[in-house]
């Protein structure tokens, strides 16, 4: 369950939801966490990715599928992960950009672009929204 709440809005905070909730868990060790929402990743940041970059990236790879290439840039760039389960089988997991947010998109696209540039691939770097 998440509770949103701006520190601002802390006095209206729904405590007696909130005590509910927690009263309604069954007994164990549970992890409650406060941390800070993060904007997610730009409109800018996602039309520059997918509709700029991965066409250039996937032309020079002389690759049709781009979320092959997609997969591929998050498989060199330490994106993904092997999942074992329980019968032992191996999926690779990558992250989406989808989920990641402004800050972390742009470290992102800065790993790309440098990425890329080392391949001698120039990629336009369109001005992005500040972080």
């Known amino acids: 369950m998440i509770f949103k709440c701006k520190k601002s809005d802390i ?7 909130f005590v509910t909730y927690l009263q309604g868990l069954r007994r164990g060790d549970y992890l409650v966490e406060v941390k800070r929402q993060a904007a997610k990743r ?7 990715y997918h509709g ?18 997609c997969r591929d840039l998050k498989k060199h760039l330490g ?5 074992v389960n ?9 992250q989406s950009t989808a989920d ?11 790993k790309v672009e440098f990425l890329m540039a080392g391949h001698g691939v120039s990629l336009p770097s369109t001005e992005i929204e500040e972080i």
Do not use: H
């Not at 006095?11 to 939801?17: A, I, L, R, S, Y």
């Open 100 to 110: 990641m947010n402004k800050v972390e998109m742009s470290v992102f696209l800065e």
């Open 11 to 17: 006095v209206n905070f729904p405590t007696e939801k």
């Open 42 to 48: 730009s409109n800018e940041q996602n039309k520059l």
């Open 79 to 83: 994106y993904c992960q092997v999942v």
């Open 52 to 69: 700029v970059w991965l066409p250039i990236i996937a032309d020079w790879m002389g690759e049709v599928d781009r979320e092959e290439v």
């Open 86 to 94: 329980k019968l032992g089988d191996k999926t690779l997991k990558c």
